[in-house]
């Protein structure tokens, strides 16, 4: 099966910028999106198609994907952005697969 | 607005049945693939089973032969029929809508307790 890996946390000061790494077999040759889900919420879509933002995502949050790894940025985080953050790809043997999971903390 | 509304969700029996329903508001819903996701309380996001436009279904492993996905599209709706219920199965079960190779719009949720 395909499995998507995802640091368990990340720390980040208010204003700083916040990488979250998802790391897969050839990632790099697949779509990545990566949603946003704050405490007692449903999952929001922040970033599709490894780079590109839904409608309504502020410009600071941005993707890549190259290699085995695909990373979220959020550039000048704030407060607000505190949340867990999953990362997900298609695969042909798994499907629709989900990373780990990381809890962005601003401290 | 683009919605979705699940429910259905409730305490089941090791070995029940439950059906969860998703209502589609805001968008033409026969155009979209649709899908269910889970997330056990304080885990992850897990994908669970898909339906496509045309009908094709997609399941996780660990449901098939036990779940049925299926669509009504004259009444905007998607459905879950879940068999011979596990604990494991216990989580909150989100409708979402697939698009450009992603979940654009979920729903809130809907808990499923699988406890004798």
């Known amino acids: 099966s395909y499995e998507l890996t995802q640091p368990p946390s990340v720390s980040v000061s208010p204003g700083q910028t916040a990488s979250i790494t998802c790391s897969g077999d050839?990632?790099?040759?697949?779509?990545a999106c990566w949603y946003q889900q704050k405490p007692g919420q449903s999952p929001v879509l922040v970033i599709y198609q490894d780079n590109k933002r839904p409608s309504g995502i502020p410009e600071r949050f941005s993707g890549s994907n190259s290699g085995n790894t695909a990373t979220l940025t959020i550039s000048g985080t704030q407060a607000m952005d505190e949340a867990d953050y999953y990362c997900?790809?298609?695969?042909?043997?798994?499907?629709?697969?989900f990373g780990t999971g990381t809890k962005v903390t601003v401290l | 607005e683009v919605q979705l509304v699940e429910s259905g969700g409730g305490l089941v029996q090791p070995g029940g049945s439950l059906r969860l329903s998703c209502a589609a508001s805001g968008f033409t819903f026969s155009s979209y693939d649709m899908h269910w996701v889970r997330q056990p309380t304080g885990k992850g996001l897990e994908w669970v089973s898909g339906v496509g436009t045309a009908g094709d279904t997609y399941y996780q492993v660990s449901v098939k032969g036990r779940f049925t996905i299926s669509r009504e599209n004259a009444k905007h709706s998607l459905y879950l029929q879940m068999n011979s219920l596990r604990a494991g199965d216990t989580a909150v079960y989100y409708c979402?809508?697939?698009?450009?190779?992603?979940?654009?719009?979920w729903g809130q949720g809907t808990m499923v307790t699988v406890s004798s």
């Open positions: 050839k990632l790099g040759n697949k779509y």
């Open positions: 997900q790809a298609w695969d042909s043997s798994a499907l629709y697969v």
């Open positions: 979402a809508r697939f698009s450009d190779d992603s979940f654009d719009i």
